[in-house]
């Protein structure tokens, strides 16, 4: 049911046009003693050549992060989350980062189904668990605009009791997103010059 809020950030759907997602990712570097936290479902950007935690809704996603790999003292490790601080070697972060790629993730209030393919919105930039690794990221409705926004609610995840039609099941609905402020969305090539 979607009567309680428990955001845990994006989570891999399909590849938009396509079938279900093979969750494909790609491997990204991350600074050793990168000072944040990075949970699986959070989006992250690149700075530098490395990956890092969104942290403000103007920047432009890279994707979303699936978890870590890292050596740290000569041992391999493998993380669902990037422990802030660590210092190691070799970090690398994997990310969907496919911009045709579906996520679903949880709104953070009642969304309409007018809202779905017409309305754009911001993630809450929510902490997550050092324990389950999982995201606190989430879809806030109440940034909800035909402007410019992070994310887009394209489809509401069909599973029972996630009827946002339902007043006692829409309170915080599951919904699949795409998006919109990705980085290859921005990419510009020069004309040529002759």
């Excluded at 979303?64 to 041992?75: D, I, L, W």
């Excluded at 109440?142 to 489809?155: D, F, K």
Aim: with cysteine.
């Amino acid at each position: 049911m979607t009567t309680t809020k428990t955001l845990n950030g994006l989570t891999p759907s399909r590849i938009r046009g396509g079938a279900p997602n093979s969750k494909a990712t790609n491997d990204y570097p991350i600074a050793s003693a990168y000072n944040t936290n990075i949970f699986t479902g959070d989006i992250v950007v690149n700075n530098a050549g490395n990956i890092e935690v969104l942290t403000t809704t103007t920047q432009k996603a890279m994707g979303v992060f699936m978890g870590c790999r890292y050596v740290a003292n000569g041992e391999p490790n493998w993380s669902t989350y990037w422990p802030a601080n660590t210092s190691v070697t070799e970090a690398y972060a994997a990310v969907v980062d496919n911009p045709q790629a579906t996520f679903i993730v949880q709104a953070d209030a009642t969304v309409s189904a007018g809202d779905i393919n017409s309305q754009n919105f911001n993630v809450t930039l929510g902490a997550g668990s050092t324990f389950t690794g999982k995201s606190g990221f989430g879809l806030e409705v109440g940034t909800r605009t035909t402007g410019n926004a992070m994310l887009r609610a394209i489809a509401v995840l069909e599973t029972p009791g996630n009827d946002i039609a339902v007043a006692t099941e829409r309170a915080f609905p599951k919904l699949e997103v795409r998006i919109l402020k990705h980085v290859d969305a921005y990419i510009s090539a020069d004309a040529s010059v002759n």
